[in-house]
């Protein structure tokens, strides 16, 4: 992977983080053009056409959708947000991005009478795309914190991964596709690899045999995609999943005729190799936020200006290295130790812009602990990465609060209330 000649001196901050090796071979190099924020995204082809560029995107209010709706927005289509079961009903295209735990969600969507107009919309074989939970709503019920009724379209139980043999769950990372349907969705996925953030699944069965376009294997193999007619729902997230992602997104934008075709046979998929570009972030000397590198917190020039080293703009480098093919992104802000998030709006404008353009996870670190402003208000750590999560991170990196939280543990043996939130929440 080559980097953008700003970055040349930057590379000993890119990460290999390999994983289960994966089938040869990597990603191509994704094609660029000037757009949005900065002047580095990713081009894909897509006109909407007049009249049928609107699409309905389900948001209940249980977590971050931003990724999904920039990603909407990047391939040419507006948005328009339920308010109501009759949206829902009205739906030319539907787009549920469920986000949350399975009984939070399906509380919401009893309570508001959504879970009756979703079995209605896709009773009517309405074009229904879910994404994660989206997915594992459409079953019977699920064990999490349950069991608890779903939507009850597809028959199976949501389980949760088996750890009893030490899998790691939950299931973080691009894992490869194994098409079993062949549809327009899917089209040119097959061995393909997607980010897929998630500690339940449901395993195939006779039962739903049927609705199964694709599936993976973490442990076992579970259903990552399935399909019916105009019904489609994805396990993995492809606002997440780069070039391959897009692409599914805008075949559900723009459907075609379904097909039926059962492909061969793939051998088991596995988790793929990675690369993770961290990018240490800070202000210069005129406040402009910048790319540096240095000794640990020491960034800048050993020369008479004694100038902070600046590799770059943010936005711009992290486009650059999604483009060249980076499988994440990481932020680290590299003085937020010392400076209070909440207050630091250049930081989460550029995870705002990023998230417009970089359709890889973004992960951030930096400040994220406890914390007490000049007016003596208390803010939580909690507070402070639920503020990042808004502004479109996808993941974030705990340092000093998780030291914090262990050095209280191993005093007290005891985990304190704000701990278990801090975990249960991120």
Known sequence: MQPPLQAQGAMANVAA????????????????????????????????????????????????????????????????????????????RLVFPGVGAFGSAMDVLNRTGMANALREYIQRDRPFLGICLGLQLLFDSSEENGPVSGLGVIPGVVRRFDSSNGLIVPHIGWNALQITKDTPLLQGADGQHVYFVHSYRVLPSDANRNWISSICNYGDSFISSISMGNIQAVQFHPEKSGATGLSILKEFLRPNSLGTKVPARRKASKLAK???????????????????KGDQYDVRDHTSSKEVRNLGKPVDLASQYYIDGADEVSFLNITGFRDFPLGDLPMLEVLRCASEKVFVPLTVGGGIRDFTDANGRYYSSLEVASEYFR???????IGSDAVYAAEAFLQTGVCKDREKQLGANL
């Open 17 to 92: 983080i390999l994983t289960v090796p994966c089938s040869a071979g990597r990603r191509p190099k994704r094609s660029s053009q000037p757009r949005g924020c900065g002047s580095v995204s990713v081009s894909v082809s897509v006109r909407a056409s007049s009249g049928a560029n609107t699409v309905t995107l389900l948001d209940y209010g249980a977590g971050n959708v931003r990724s999904v709706r920039n990603a909407i927005r990047y391939l040419g289509f507006d948005i328009r947000d339920v308010q109501s079961p009759e949206d829902i009903v009205a739906a030319e």
């Open 274 to 292: 990675r690369v993770i570009a961290c990018l240490d972030v800070r202000s210069n000397d005129k406040g402009d936020l910048v790319v540096t």
């Open 391 to 397: 502004s479109g991170a996808d993941k974030i990196s």
